[in-house]
């Protein structure tokens, strides 16, 4: 049997908003794998706040930029305390390496060690550099990237999200908006083609439970949890989701009101 600590229950407490014995009784049962226990509670019915809780620790800055068209990256420049996050040198520090790492047009954090960052050093190097001026350990713990006719960006939260987005046309302001929604909303995937079969398979086997339990006749079960996995679909993609500034509509069908054939083609968020 896993050792269940204190720490253990209060972390997925604090992650999903379930109760302090639910929690606790779930990390027993699951053998205390932090996501089979916020299965087994979603399974018992409760409603867990956070299904894909930001889960990395580490104090930085993200930062988004794109090129004014085409390209765009996110780099996330990570730190070990809030102090140095906040710090104005930190911040630049980031800013320079989202603008090195756009124009090289790297595509990773492993390739982008060996980029040039000024003065015959590399990134990796300046990183190591760094880290002995400060004393933490700083590293571009991610990298990411969009290309598409038109890449609109946006950082939230003082640095602690960045997100892409790419439009099939130019369209400067629909694109912060979706950024902006990409932000706030945390879609697992661009459109319900783009959900794995994992996550469909997990949430028809969870909705499944939930009807059972509700009662539900057995040869229902699949038509219920088919009709819980749309709604997933709704609340969880993209384009399918409520647009956040008119909940009337679809961002999908923001976008066409914004311009004919207008449609987000990829998009990436990187956050603390």
């Known amino acids: 049997m896993a050792n269940i600590t204190a720490a253990d229950v209060n972390k997925l407490r604090k992650q999903t908003g379930a109760g302090m014995m639910d929690c606790k009784n779930a990390l027993v049962e699951a053998e205390g794998d932090f996501e089979a226990a916020i299965d087994i509670l979603r399974k018992k019915g409760q409603k867990v706040a956070a ?4 889960r990395d620790a580490v104090e930085g800055a993200v930062i988004a930029k794109t ?3 085409d390209k765009g990256v996110i780099v996330k420049l990570s730190c070990e305390t809030d102090f140095v996050a906040k710090n104005d040198n930190f911040v630049a520090l980031a800013n320079k390496l989202a603008d090195i790492a756009l124009a ?3 595509q990773s954090a492993e390739e982008f060690g060996a980029v040039e960052f000024e003065g015959g050093l590399t990134v990796a190097a300046k990183l190591q550099e760094q880290t002995g001026v400060i004393g933490e350990k700083i590293e571009v713990a991610e990298l990411a ?3 598409a006719p038109y890449v609109a960006s946006y950082i939230h939260m003082g640095n602690k999200i960045g997100t892409l987005v790419g439009l099939t046309a130019e369209a400067e302001e629909a694109g912060k908006d979706v950024a902006m929604q990409a932000a706030a909303m945390n879609p697992v ?3 319900r083609d783009s959900v794995s079969e994992d996550v469909i398979a997990r949430e028809l086997e969870v909705g499944k439970e939930l009807a059972r ?3 539900k006749p057995e040869e229902m079960l699949d038509k219920i949890a088919a009709g819980r996995l749309n709604k997933f679909f709704k609340e969880n993609t993209l384009v399918d ?6 909940s009337k509509m679809s961002v999908a069908k923001y976008l066409t009101s914004v311009k004919a054939g207008l449609e987000v083609v990829d998009f990436k968020r990187v956050s603390l």
């Open 51 to 54: 299904k894909r809780a930001d």
């Open 67 to 69: 090129n004014g068209s």
């Open 104 to 106: 090289s047009g790297v």
């Open 145 to 147: 990237t969009v290309s």
């Open 189 to 191: 995937a661009l459109n």
């Open 213 to 215: 339990q509700e009662g």
């Open 241 to 246: 989701q409520d647009f956040i500034k008119d």
